[in-house]
């Protein structure tokens, strides 16, 4: 049989595209950039140096990237093509361009990630008595336990669809695990295909008593499939897994009820086109055929494996309970004046008083802070008001339980939650019917923008007076992604953020053209505009200019391009981009003055820093955080923020940070002029900016 690899060669040669014709050489495309950061991802899972298990999280979280692309990315660039869109993107792509280079690059790396896990993470797991045993190897008595577990938990929740006249094919729920099974009546000779989903309710590999050997779920299933056919002979037996279009398609613009208009959209997410079909290894022709025709997909579309289907469940396996082969676990602190506050029985507010406060998570407790801040809002009885935004937040969210709280006990609590966040609509509308049932005012910010800015507004009445109490953050107020998204949260009771903070709430809830802000940098009305300013003030100072951006990414032309006359002009940029670049680095006479890494490591780098050496009003540094990064849904799209730190102790803080993020001798990943990536620095993660970072916060409590 043709491989995949071989059809995706095939289709690209008959089309005869010239992807480098008309291609601009001054941007990277989106999507193959996102790729390039899925490849670091996996490039962890093949290092040697970085500890086992942790090579298998890393495994399992290039595969859940991967899903996403395929749901949102890859589904978008075919929806354009249905749709004939053969408009280019800033690169000079077509969508047609874009999907066939993305199958491509896919098609590499999953080759790559496949040989990862069958010729090195198995054999290691096995050197280190984990073992991921096939039915043929178990032992008689194993295979009796297994047997019994199908009986007693396996078998009385599956569902065996046979396709027949009497039974149209069935619905192949998005990134369920299936089998593809045809069975033969033997008395008729008559072959029937039926389908089999694996309950994902149960663990993919089971594990067998009083050891570290597991199972795969569908191994047990198939060994036992005498049980769901009676009587059948079984002809096939192969596992697939389908791909849908998950991605919302919300008018809130037409929308009169946008909660009801999203639950719609969630129950249609559900029966989203197909993008991706995933089948095991051998999976006969006539099942294939089968299976394509009935999706509506393409040859190109169809993935085939060598190792298991879905291995996101290599989570599992990294959470074994086996420290020798993960992380060593860092101490999470209170910070320095919030533990004294403590020691001393002195309310949150009292060191928010004394002086602006500077945290970062998860090196100090999200817990001991921000929950802490919301909970001391809610109980206190001089708090008269709190207001705050949720993006993303966690099922079991004590904030969430916090406001309640407050709003029960009678303040006046508003809550602008987004509904549109993507993957976190569901828990996101659960929490707004919970809130507002409690009497929280809940609204869903403005029409056609996301709110994406993380702020909460406290109004104490102090004996002195009404103070404004303001907490703004780089990530999410979630405390599960808290412990492992690296951030920065800033408090402040001054009254010019406070002023904004204000504003910008009365702008999110209310109806008025966005107010003029004195401090804070808000899109879409002005972040792009303010960012270019900046960029272009910073180029009149030649060689003596410096810009520092840490962002999760950065695709926006504009910006891209204030950037490069910067570079031109002598200035020396330093970008530390997690995850898309568009720009490229290094390019004599373009951009040689600009360097791009990337860091990955135990913490999803996850904070945004915008340094300028010279700021609009001053000639002093600019220090900015915030919720936006550098791309055109940020800075169109959605409502973000950029706070500017004016203290010089946190201003040290984010300078020491940026010094360890930028040191030549730390692990880290290169952009270079070909728009390739290498890994420089120390191997493995054995000098670790984050790591180095987290020592450094322990030296340096109080500030």
């Known amino acids: 049989m043709t491989s995949w690899r071989q059809l995706l060669a095939q289709t690209i040669k008959r089309d005869g595209h010239n992807y480098d014709s008309g291609i601009d050489a001054r941007i990277i495309n989106r999507e193959l950039s996102w790729l390039d950061f899925n490849s670091r ?28 692309f395929y749901q949102i990315r890859v589904a978008a660039l075919k929806d354009q093509i249905a749709a004939d869109v053969t408009a280019v993107t800033p690169d000079g792509r077509t969508p047609k361009q874009q999907l066939h280079e993305v199958l491509v690059r896919v098609a590499q790396q999953v080759e790559l990630q496949e040989q990862i896990y069958n010729d090195e993470l198995i054999p290691r797991l096995l050197a280190n008595d984990v073992r991921i045993v096939k039915w043929v190897d178990a032992t008689e008595g194993e295979r009796e336990y297994l047997n019994t577990m199908f009986e007693t938990q396996l078998f009385p929740v599956l569902t065996p669809l046979a396709v027949d006249p009497a039974h149209p094919f ?7 695990l299936n089998l593809a099974v045809l069975a033969v009546n033997p008395r008729t000779n008559e072959k029937r295909f039926a389908r089999v989903k694996l309950p994902p309710i149960l663990p993919r590999f089971l594990q067998l008593p009083d050891s570290l050997r597991f199972v795969l779920i569908e191994d047990v299933v198939t060994a036992n499939l005498g049980r769901l056919f009676q009587g059948m002979t079984i002809e096939q037996c192969y596992t697939f897994r389908v791909t849908r279009n998950a991605d919302l398609s919300v008018d809130d613009e037409d929308a009169e009820d946008l909660l009801a208009a999203v639950e719609m959209e969630l129950r249609r997410r559900r029966f989203g086109r197909a993008v991706r079909l995933e089948v095991s290894n051998g999976m006969s022709r006539e099942v294939l055929n089968l299976l394509v025709d009935e999706l509506e997909l393409e040859p190109a579309d169809v993935t085939v494996h060598h190792a298991p289907l879905g291995l996101t ?4 396996i990294s959470g074994l309970d086996l420290p020798h082969l993960r992380f060593k676990p860092w101490p999470t602190l209170t910070a320095g004046r919030l533990a004294a506050a403590e020691d001393e029985s002195r309310s949150i507010f009292s060191v928010i008083r004394e002086r602006q406060l500077l945290l970062h998570h998860p090196h100090e407790s999200f817990v001991s802070s ?7 809002s809610a109980l206190d009885p001089l708090v008269q008001s709190i207001k705050m935004t949720l993006y993303r937040t966690s099922g079991d969210s004590s904030i969430a339980r916090h406001l309640i709280k407050a709003a029960e006990m009678g303040k006046q609590v508003a809550v602008v939650i987004e509904l549109k966040a ?19 005012h809940v609204t869903y910010g403005l029409v056609g923008l996301k709110t994406h800015a993380k702020c909460i507004l406290v109004v104490r009445n102090d004996p002195d007076k009404m103070r404004r109490y303001v907490h703004m953050g780089t990530g999410n107020y979630n405390s599960t992604t808290a412990r492992i998204y690296e951030d920065i949260g800033f408090f402040t009771c001054e009254d010019d953020i406070g002023s904004d903070v204000s504003e910008l709430f009365n702008y999110l809830t209310g109806y008025g053209h966005e107010p003029d802000y004195k401090k804070l940098v808000v899109a879409p009305h002005k972040m792009r505009s303010r960012i270019v300013e900046l960029i272009d003030k910073e180029a009149t100072f030649g060689a003596q200019g410096q810009i520092t951006m840490k962002i999760n990414s950065i695709s926006d032309k504009a910006v891209i391009e204030a950037l490069y006359r910067a570079s031109n ?23 040689e003055n600009i360097n791009v890494r990337s860091i990955l ?9 915008y340094r300028f050496e010279h700021g609009l ?14 791309m055109g849904r940020n800075l169109d799209g959605r409502v973000e923020t950029l706070v500017p730190l004016t203290h010089p102790k946190h201003r040290m803080w984010l300078d020491t940070v940026i010094g360890f993020l930028s040191a030549p001798d730390i692990s880290h990943f290169q952009l270079h002029e070909d728009n390739s990536w290498t890994h420089e620095g120390a191997t493995g993660l054995t000098v670790d900016a984050q790591k180095t970072l987290h020592d450094w916060v322990l030296e340096t409590q109080v500030r």
């Open 601 to 609: 490591g135990r913490y999803l780098e996850h904070s945004r820093i």
């Open 422 to 440: 993507r993957f976190d609509e569901a828990r996101n509308m659960s929490w707004a019917k919970e809130l507002e049932y409690a009497g929280v």
């Open 313 to 316: 469940a290599l989570m599992q």
């Open 170 to 176: 069935p619905y192949i729920s998005n990134l369920a």
């Open 617 to 630: 009003t001053t000639d002093e540094p600019l220090h900015l955080i915030g919720s936006a990064d550098m």
């Open 370 to 376: 921000v929950e802490s801040f919301v909970k001391q």
């Open 41 to 68: 991802v996996l490039s962890l899972a093949e290092d040697n140096e970085i500890e086992l298990l942790e090579r298998c999280k890393f495994m399992a979280i290039f595969c859940s990237n991967l899903d996403e």
């Open 569 to 591: 002009a002598g200035v020396q940029i330093m970008l530390v981009v997690r995850g898309i670049c568009c720009l490229r680095a290094g390019v004599q006479g373009m951009s």
